[in-house]
């Protein structure tokens, strides 16, 4: 059975920083992107930053600069460093994997429960 367990997130005042990190639990035959999504209230879930098998690190706009999405390939884990926090980061941070969990099979989406993220002006 694969989980995300998720770590990090809390209040933080602006100007602030913030890591977040996230393990995929149980077997994995691959990953094809791992990475972090936001969710504010009243607001859809949104891109953060993803990273693909091949290396590439893709960030929305309104982070880029401040936020650095890196992984850790032996422990399948990846980490966000948050910088510069700004009140308008303040939303539940979720993990998010697209992983092939055996050879030949289909792949599969998963998403961690969430880290609340706070920052206060």
């Known amino acids: 059975q694969v989980h995300l367990v998720e770590s990090g997130g809390g209040l933080v005042q602006a100007g602030g920083s913030l890591m977040l990190s996230c393990t995929i639990s149980?077997?994995?035959?691959?990953?094809?992107?791992m990475g972090w999504y936001r969710q504010a209230p009243g607001k859809q879930r949104e891109v953060v930053a993803v990273?693909?098998?091949?290396?590439?690190?893709n960030y929305a706009d309104s982070v880029k600069g401040r936020f650095t999405l890196s992984r850790d390939n032996a422990k399948n884990t990846v980490y966000q460093q948050m910088n510069s926090l700004k009140p308008e980061d303040s939303a539940t941070y979720y993990c998010?994997?697209?992983?092939?969990?055996?050879?030949?099979?289909?792949?599969?989406?998963?998403w961690g429960q969430g880290t609340q993220v706070t920052v206060s002006s």
């Open positions: 149980g077997s994995v035959f691959s990953i094809n992107a």
């Open positions: 990273v693909t098998s091949g290396g590439s690190t």
């Open positions: 998010h994997a697209n992983v092939v969990g055996s050879h030949l099979r289909p792949f599969v989406i998963y």
